[in-house]
């Protein structure tokens, strides 16, 4: 498998990173979208009905669901610090996992741990 440090190289060599200040919304739940994101620098909280669930640092993935045929955004993240994001949209990231196939694995299981941790605090909450 490859670890997150490996991971976010494929982000790091994508075009121009995205630059978010603390507070600043990257997108929002039930939005629809056409890319993931890499953390490359700072960390992200990602929020269900308004509260965090989870909060991500450098070297994680989000905003997967759209690139495998989730339709809108399922959680709303917003940059906790400031923050350096990388994204792919669908034609990069199909040419990533052609690259690395690995990559593939690694971005579905990033994103079935995420579905399971937001699954388990919505049945205790």
Known sequence: ML???QTITIFQ???GPVIFSPGQVIFQEGQPGDCMYGVVEGKV?????D?????????????????IGIKN????AIAK???KLASLDQARFLFAV??????AIEVIRNYSERLNRLRQQELHS
């Open 81 to 83: 610090t400031d923050c």
């Open 51 to 67: 509260r965090v669930v989870e909060t991500i640092e450098a070297g994680n993935v989000f905003g997967t669901g759209v690139l």
């Open 45 to 49: 909280d990602l929020l269900v009905n």
């Open 98 to 103: 052609q690259e690395t196939p690995v990559f």
């Open 73 to 76: 955004r399922t959680y709303t």
């Open 3 to 5: 670890e997150p440090i």
């Open 13 to 15: 060599k994508q075009p």
